[in-house]
C-alpha cells in the first residue's frame, strides 16, 4: 500500500466515525 493509499484510507474512516459519533450525540444534545 503507497503513503497515499493509507492516508486516504485512514482519512475516510475517521470522518466516517464523526459522522457516525455526530448522529449519535446530536439527538442528545438537542434534547
Do not use: C, Q
Not at 503507497?2 to 444534545?29: C, Q, R
Amino acid at each position: 500500500m503507497s503513503d497515499n493509499m493509507t492516508n486516504y484510507w485512514v482519512a475516510s474512516h475517521i470522518s466516517g466515525l464523526f459522522a457516525i459519533y455526530d448522529e449519535n450525540i446530536d439527538p442528545l444534545k438537542r434534547g
